[in-house]
């Protein structure tokens, strides 16, 4: 389905989501969350500094630890468009795009929960919840999940939005972008392959009632890779650095959801077909994807629509690093604004600590597009940086400072 904006994380829930974060002692689960920092529960002393806390904490012997971390990114953007229907051609400001904070531990050995918020730009001032689940790991190699979380379907949803290569995902990944989800899963992995099966509430449905007209009766979402190299974890991230090792993965997915037999969901039936590739060598990667998408309206017109988009990264030193993107939309003709369109995207990463990459990262890209943003339907967001224009040939400059603990 066409998405406009990446969905807001929900109401402001800040002090339940850190009382829960105490109490659970809220975790983080085998879907890796990178650069938390594990703190014993012989630290919680330090840690809270609260008797009632550490009563808490210390009556739980069930758990093992306490992770948390955070991530902030901080942008510049300049955007030339020249419109007839605006007196300026030139947007521009600061942006505080994501200020997150996740919090994550054990229970027991087998159970995991993990919690992510954040304040961002759509409302500011305001925390909202992002993901929420609870994981089992029932052996080594299968885990089963419940809660909230992002859908499987793209791999731009899989990798986080701190580890993305460009300072935001593109035009093309919004367009299909399911964003977070409530459902119940199973990831399986072995060596060579891994799998998702997912059931869940629709495309949109994070932080949703039953009774929302953004919740589908059902839906679905299977996700296969095969690994011919590298390990698994590489993937977690488009930049490979300069000592790493090749790693290579392709993958397919297939999503399905159906509406309109219970109250509040819309009479939609959708299909999406999802093909990818992954290659990485030592200081340079590759990622492509090709993604197709069939909506059946009971009251509107049959859409089938299709994507596309190819990245590519290549490190100058141990620290900078350049990259490009090509993005493609192709709308169907039923839309009223069906032109196909293109974007290209250039830019450079300074990863100041290179041993962590994405820890503290000086980012600078430029984008570029073939054809107006409204005649050709592509997704606004001031994300992306991407706003309403007449004329073809819009720019958008960002710069971007971000720092993960």
């Known amino acids: 389905m066409h998405t406009q904006q990446p969905r807001r994380a929900g109401a402001c829930v800040a002090s339940r989501v850190l009382a829960a974060g105490v109490a659970f002692t809220v975790p983080a689960i085998a879907f890796a969350q990178t650069g938390t920092s594990s703190v014993p529960v012989s630290s919680y002393d330090e840690l809270f500094g609260d008797a009632a806390l550490r009563e808490i904490a210390e009556r739980n012997n069930t758990l093992s630890g306490v992770e948390f971390g955070g991530v902030m990114q901080f942008r510049y953007l300049s955007i030339y468009r020249g419109d007839q229907f605006i007196n300026d051609e030139l947007t521009t400001g600061f942006q505080n795009s994501r200020t997150l904070v996740w919090f994550g531990g054990d229970l027991g050995e087998e159970f995991r929960v993990y919690v992510q918020g954040g304040f961002d730009h759509f409302d500011p001032g305001e925390f909202g919840l992002n993901d929420a689940y609870l994981t089992y790991q029932y052996n080594e190699r299968v885990q089963f999940g419940a809660g909230q979380r992002r859908s499987p379907l793209l791999q731009q949803d899989i990798v986080e939005p701190w580890n993305q290569q460009a300072i935001e995902v593109s035009s093309a990944h919004l367009f299909l972008s399911p964003i977070e989800v409530q459902g119940v899963w199973v990831y399986a992995e072995q060596d060579a392959t891994r799998g998702w099966l997912m059931l869940h509430d629709g495309v949109g449905s994070g932080n949703t009632d039953i009774d929302s007209a953004d919740e589908a009766d059902v839906a679905l979402v299977a996700r296969g890779e095969y690994k011919w190299a590298g390990a698994w974890d590489q993937f977690d991230q488009f930049t490979s650095p300069m000592d790493a090792e090749e ?106 600590i290179p041993d962590d990459p994405q820890a503290l990262k000086l980012s600078f890209d430029v984008q570029w597009l073939f054809q107006d943003p409204v005649g050709s339907g592509t997704p606004g967001s001031t994300l992306t940086g991407v706003l309403p224009s007449v004329d073809a040939g819009e720019v958008v400059f960002k710069g971007q400072i971000q720092a993960r603990y």
Not at 251 to 275: E, N, P
Request: proline share 3%; charged share 15%.
């Open 247 to 352: 790693a290579g993965r392709v993958g397919a997915a297939f999503g399905f959801q159906t509406g309109g037999s219970t109250v509040g969901s819309q009479d939609i039936d959708a299909l999406y077909f999802i093909f990818d590739a992954m290659y990485q060598g030592s200081g340079w990667n590759l990622f492509g994807q090709v993604a197709v998408a069939t909506i059946d309206q009971t009251n509107a017109s049959d859409l089938v629509e299709f994507t596309a988009e190819f990245q590519a990264g290549m490190y100058l030193s141990q620290s900078t690093e350049i990259f490009g993107r090509f993005d493609s939309i192709f709308p169907d003709d039923a839309r009223p604004n069906h032109d196909p369109t293109t974007i290209l995207t250039f830019g450079i990463n300074e990863y100041l």
